[in-house]
Each structure stands twice: as C-alpha cells, then as structure tokens.
C-alpha cells in the first residue's frame, strides 16, 4: 500500500499514477480501504509509516489520519498540476474535514439487514450535521451472509432509499463465497 502520510511518495505516485487518469478524463476517486483495513506483512510483522505525528509510526497511530492524507494528496496534486476543476473522491473512513478535499463517504461494508439500513439513516444524518453532505451506503448491504429476510424486498426498499437520499447512489456488494444465491447487485438480477 502507498504510505500517504509521506506527503513527498504521495505526491510523486500522484504525477506518476493519478495525474495521467486525470489528464484523460478521470473525475473520480475511490478511496478504499483507508482504514487501511490490511497492514504489515503475511508474517504478521507490525506496519510503518511516516506517520502524521514525530514518532508515531503504528497503524493504530494513523489509522483516523489514513484516508484524509489520501484525500489531501489528490486534492494537493490537482493544485499543483494546474487541474481548475475539484476533485471527487469516494471514502469509507476519514477525519473530520477531509470534505474540504471534495471527498464523499459511504456507510462501509455493511450488512444485508433492514436493520442496517435504518442505522444508516441515522448515520447519515449524524454525517450531514458534521459537514458531510455526500454520504451514501452500499445499496442493499455488502455483506449477504447477513441477510435476515427477503432479499428482494429488501432490495428493493433499500434501492428506493438510496436514490431518493444517497448521494452517490450505488449498489456494492460482496459476491464471493455466498451461501445466498445472489450473482449480481442489480436488481433485474432479483427475479
């Protein structure tokens, strides 16, 4: 993974990686797994980084930072690279102000459970309060082996839902490893 808390290697897969996207066309940034959810090595060896504070290099030191680094390094290099237009980016985690850099942020992986769906309605207004108007969810839940009723009706209350408040609206989810027959988040597919 790319230790966007080193504001120089950040800047420079930027120029090297991000900003030929951009110069084609490219408006927009999925930002995941900026917990990050992975870190350190198959041996179980502990991660490093630059960090954001002198001498706090561990993950649980920057784990809150992680995306808004990420976040401060596109909105730094379309700065740098002359791009006029701001920049959209898609986030599951963050810190307070990371909206500054144009970043949105959706409810993470969640469960298939109308339940979940009712939490996020009470997240998202908790976001919208903090500043964070772009906030959506993984359309029907991301993590299937937590469905608890139908999964049509399900989907299709929570699709309803999610074009009428999400801002984005998309369905994401997992289809690996399903004890629930469910091949595609499109909801055709539910038939």
Not at 93 to 119: N, P, V
């Amino acid at each position: 993974m790319v230790d966007w808390t080193y504001d120089a290697g950040a800047d420079y897969w930027h120029d090297l990686k991000r900003q030929p996207l951009i110069n084609m066309g490219v408006m927009g940034h999925w930002i995941d797994l900026g917990e990050p959810e992975q870190y350190g090595d198959q041996q179980g060896q502990p991660d490093w980084t630059v960090g954001v504070l002198p001498g706090k290099h561990a993950q649980a030191d920057y784990h809150n930072m992680y995306s808004f680094k990420w976040a401060q390094s596109i909105a730094r290099g379309y700065t740098r690279n002359g791009v006029t237009r701001r920049p959209f980016m898609l986030a599951r985690s963050g810190a307070a102000g990371i909206q500054r850099f144009g970043a949105s942020m959706w409810s993470g992986d969640i469960g298939s459970e109308l339940g979940d769906l009712a939490t996020h309605g009470n997240a998202q207004m908790h976001m919208s309060m903090s500043g964070i108007d772009y906030y959506g969810a993984d359309i029907g839940g991301f993590h299937r082996d937590a469905l608890n009723s139908d999964l049509g009706d399900l989907y299709t209350r929570w699709f309803a839902n999610g074009m009428m408040f999400d801002v984005p609206g998309r369905p994401h989810t997992d289809t690996h490893n399903l004890s629930i027959p469910a091949p595609e988040p499109a909801p055709r597919r539910l038939q």
